[in-house]
């Protein structure tokens, strides 16, 4: 599971973490992750508490990472400022994290109004750092889709997070979080062949379904929908470690 704190309701429906805890042990789950930190590279006082709040309350949870998104807003994205801007946060969220043993998940954002667009930009900036033993990123096939992204880093892989895009007439500009529903056999984002590139380069971590959309959010019967889809997943996977 990964929890969100961007969300309408309050972070876990306002329980406390160590309620949280107790209640995943009990049902056999894993909370692996919390989101967010956001924009964690215009890095000042402000960032680094939201950073350092984020780490207790996932360390009070049980939960192995937290998340790390980029700014989304038009700004900050010239060449060269993007990357400096990058690079300081990184070096100064780094030691939070070595101290709590957390790690933290870098998060770009296809988008071209995204200040981190590509996973290859958000690797270098992590081994400009030396920080690959405290950094990940997170494969999300909807953003690797929007930037057109080649390269696959599965082992610099921390999640992968899944979506599909039914409209296959919109462009990649016009594609928005709206947009993004439950992965099926309409999908136009190529979810399949990600996922099977990912684990044939030796991706072994978890993969979680990420849905924008407010109609998948209204949906009566979410569970039976979600369930059907992750069957269309692991049927449509050639690897057996989709389960």
Known sequence: MEFR???????FSGDSPETVAHE???????LYGLSQV?????????????VEKLIDIAKRCGAETISLIPRNDGTCRGNGERQANLRLALREIKPMLANSGMVGLVEPLGFLSSSLRTKEEALNAIEGVNGSAYFKIVHDTFHHHLAQETEFYAEYTGIVHISGVAEPTLAIDQMEDEHRKLVDEQDCLGNIDQINTLIEMGYTGPISMECFSTEIHGLPNIADELGKSLNFV???CSHEQVV
């Open 234 to 236: 692991r049927a449509a």
């Open 38 to 50: 956001y924009p964690f590279n215009s890095y000042s006082d402000a960032i680094a508490q939201e």
């Open 5 to 11: 704190n961007d969300l309408p309701s309050p972070l």
């Open 24 to 30: 995943m042990q009990e049902g056999g789950l894993v």
